[in-house]
């Protein structure tokens, strides 16, 4: 299952640089990675989510075969937002809507091409939450880091990162 | 009016602006507390007004001492060190134990300062009360003798067990406000001892939450008239007390004391308060100083960073960046 999904999206469509992907927090570091946003527009999948279009997504996904792991990542800019704790009561909902959606979007798919979705939702998926900010790193982490809790059954691992970690401390020693 | 500090404790040199809002951010041991301590010598050093005579400046060397040497170690001061404060360009000067008048209690329109260190001073209000009427009883019988306890902590204990006279009307509105905050009121019974009033049910301080007793401290100062537009309040990092929800409270009360004409002096090295702070302080339209403390090599300086806050977020966030780190060198897979 895990094999499908990773050719499937190791398919042009699906794939950006990193810059891209990320909405430009992060810095392209040459490699291409999974837009996953592009997935659940209809015409970019076959019509698999027809009638699902009020789905949201995370923006992308790293997709581990040796370890039969799925991470769903979504990327944000707080340096752009002048106020983090307005953009909190405004916005945080729609971050918690896209982990169930990706979760039951990518499960979806995978029944409609014969795979089991009770396999799916056993196997290791993880959600990272990167950001960039240059001062306010402990109150957004502060703020974020169990408003995901609910999703523990769901996720091996929730992580709320800053971009410079993820890059130096993540990509750079697992792709 | 600004204080100048040059060679005390880990400060090389400093100058720090006091009016309004004065926030000094920095993680620990960077001299914050070295800072606020310097300031409450200074002006308990100070004369109230312009009298010359020989045995004033004598009694104040001996105060200033007895404050030195209990709040200061004794390698704290050096030679060279000295502490002055400036206004108008008049200047009062602290240098070892000589003590340079031109500048008065008067001519800073501040009446008095209450330094809060701790909340615990509430734990050890039988001590004092105690020790004070073994002193006095002592002094009775000729005895000039006096216990060595914690000198701030005293201090405080002092102001918050006898009234001022000097009234303003907008303090009993925050009074209110602390007492809703923390559901319940501070008040001295007739045997001295402070309790904490619920719901009429009594409690002694020592059974009640740390961070109610921080604002305790706060509603007592305003029941004592020793919160107005005449004080000047320390609060040595309150939010260690606190709640963050109630580091937001805290943060939103100074700034109101503030907008009454409180002045007030914040160590800090929580992202929280220091932001709630800024917010606050824009919000009430406050004069306000940020400044950062920084450890380099073995002494420590004070930069002011008001008009960019980001060395202070980004100093106070190493802690978190580390952890993310951290997270990820072990993520499991």
Known sequence: MVEYLYNYFNKEPFLETLS????????????YYINFDKFKKPTNCDNITNGMNSLSSVDSLLINKEYNHIIFIEFKDMNELENIQEWFSQKECSIKIKIPDSILLLGYFLQKNGY???????????????YKNSVSKSIINNHLKNRFSKYNFLLKNIKIIETQAYQNKFLEENQ | MTIELKNIGMIKEAIVKIDG???????????????????????????????????NLQRKNIIGKKIKDSIFSKQSFKSSSYIKLVSNNKSFKYKDEYINDEL???????????????????NLQYLFRTSIDLESHLRSFGEDIEIPYPFLMKDLYFKLSTQQKYIEDWTSKYKDDIVSLIDGEFIKDEDGIFRFYRKNKKFELNEIATGIKYFGLLQVLLDNNRLNSYSLIILDEPEVHLHPQWQLEMAKLIAKFIKNGVKVLINSHSPYMIEALELYAKKEKINHNFYLAQKKDEYATISDVTFNLEPIYSKLAKAIQILEEQSLENFEW
């Open chain 1, 116 to 130: 089991s979705f009770d396999e799916f939702i056993n196997m290791k998926k993880s959600f990272f939450y990167v």
């Open chain 1, 20 to 31: 891209q992907v990320s909405d430009n927090i992060c810095e392209n570091n040459g490699k």
């Open chain 2, 21 to 55: 809002l004065t926030v000094i951010a920095g993680e620990n041991d960077t001299g914050k507390s070295t800072l606020s301590k310097a300031l409450f010598l200074a002006y308990n050093s100070m004369s109230l007004e312009n009298r010359k005579e020989l045995d």
């Open chain 2, 104 to 122: 008065y209690k008067k001519d800073i329109q501040i009446s008095n300062i209450a330094f809060i260190e701790t909340p615990l001073v509430w």
